[in-house]
């Protein structure tokens, strides 16, 4: 049992230090990681507390990039005079708008790298477009339509988001499709199509919040009217509509990941709309999904 635990405290270990090396530094021993390879290699590190960014040159020397305060409190930017002399003169690469950031410094050395060595591979790995297909169903009481009693009724649907594949992504686009059944006191049935933005305010790996904004819709209604003629009789009426309009209707929404290409999702549809009257009852359009990336 012993041999066991030993050997996962040491798969452990390996793990945590996979990536990292130890490097000594103007008599300093710091375990740096490696974020970019080539003519220049980017190292760094979280150091009592503090970013830290050494670059590799190719005669194997290591140079710390520092931005310190003069007496003025006003930072000199060292890291950039550095840069520029690792840097041959003859790729013509400015360093002026770089900041003493990890995603920078590694655009910048991998930049210099690609146009130094033809043979290197780059690392940055660029934003391409990313579907996600999701499927919902939720309750509404057709916050936008003459729903006296404010009856709820159920709904059904599907979405294709258009997102960027990087890290954490904010913006979205969507095209969504979804049916909103009659029930037995609201004689009312709708079926939608819709575009619209997104914009996630909180974006993590697992979780997503955001707002919805729908700038075009495509709706086919039916109505169903009930009424006694002079003669006493029922007569059950059907009325059906064809409407395009450009709402501006917003709501919110959220999305949390249950595996790597899986989310469960849930919206607050129908908020309110710019351009779209509201009757006296407030928005009761709530839906549970599952998206996956295509």
């Known amino acids: 049992m012993k041999k066991y635990v030993f050997a996962v405290i040491f798969i452990c270990g390996l793990s945590f230090t996979y990536?990292?090396?130890t490097y000594t530094i103007e008599s300093e021993a710091l375990e740096l990681k490696t974020e970019v390879e080539g003519h220049l290699s980017l190292l760094w590190n979280i150091i009592g507390g503090q970013y830290r960014y050494f670059v590799k040159a190719q005669d194997g020397k290591i140079h710390e990039l520092k931005n310190t305060k003069d007496e003025n409190n006003k930072y000199q930017e060292?890291?950039?005079a550095t840069l520029t002399q690792l840097m041959d003169a003859g790729y013509n690469i400015s360093v002026a708008d770089v900041n003493l950031t990890l995603p920078d410094l590694k655009a910048v050395i991998d930049l210099y790298n690609g146009t130094a060595d033809v043979s290197y591979q780059s690392v940055i790995k660029k934003p391409k477009p990313q579907l996600r297909l999701g499927f919902f169903?939720?309750?509404t009481n057709f916050p936008f339509s003459d729903n006296l009693n404010n009856d709820i009724s159920p709904l059904f649907g599907s979405e294709l988001e258009v997102i960027s594949n990087k890290e954490n992504p904010r913006h979205s686009g969507f095209f969504q499709a979804y049916h909103a059944f009659e029930n037995e006191d609201f004689g009312f049935s709708k079926t939608e199509l819709s575009l619209g933005?997104?914009?996630r305010f909180i974006s993590?790996?697992?979780v997503g919040v955001y707002a919805n904004a729908t700038f075009a819709t495509l709706s086919f209604t039916k109505a169903t009217y009930v009424y006694t003629d002079s003669q006493a009789q029922v007569v059950k009426v059907s009325e059906s509509k064809t409407n395009f309009d450009a709402p501006f209707i917003f709501g919110i929404g959220a999305d949390y990941r249950i595996s790597?290409?899986?989310f469960i999702t849930f919206g607050y549809h129908n908020l309110v709309a710019v351009?779209?009257?509201s009757p006296n009852h407030f928005s009761t359009d709530v839906s549970l999904g599952f998206k996956m990336i295509l």
Request: avoid cysteine; proline fraction near 5%.
């Open 19 to 21: 990536g990292q090396k």
């Open 78 to 80: 060292e890291y950039k």
């Open 137 to 139: 169903g939720g309750l």
């Open 197 to 199: 933005y997104r914009f």
């Open 204 to 206: 993590t790996p697992k």
């Open 260 to 262: 790597n290409r899986g």
């Open 275 to 277: 351009f779209l009257d």
